[in-house]
């Protein structure tokens, strides 16, 4: 089951449609679990165009803090691949 989400200012500073946010979230092709504790969607906003989206967790909710379109290339870019030892 999915916690909550609650979008907060910071995400919406640039403008970006609440719609759109989710829709990043709902649909990401990647999802990077960052060691600051942000994980971060990579994904299309309604029409198409590759965002990133932030999200914290804070008591049982998922905290949208972060949106940015274009996704930047640190995001894009394929993840190396950990050896097994």
């Known amino acids: ?3 909550e989400l609650v979008i907060i200012d910071s995400a919406r500073k ?3 449609a609440d719609d759109d946010l989710l829709h990043v ?3 990401a092709i990647r999802v990077i679990v960052q ?3 942000m994980t971060m ?5 309604r029409a198409g165009r590759i965002m ?3 999200t914290i967790e804070r008591s049982g909710r ?5 949106a ?3 996704a930047r290339p640190k995001y894009l870019a394929e993840q190396p691949r950990r050896s097994r030892r």
């Open 25 to 27: 979230i709902a649909n």
């Open 62 to 66: 998922e905290i949208v803090a972060h």
């Open 41 to 45: 969607y990579i994904g299309p906003d």
């Open 14 to 16: 640039r403008g970006y």
């Open 68 to 70: 940015m379109r274009p």
């Open 52 to 54: 990133e989206v932030g």
């Open 35 to 37: 060691s600051d504790g």
């Open 1 to 3: 089951m999915r916690t």
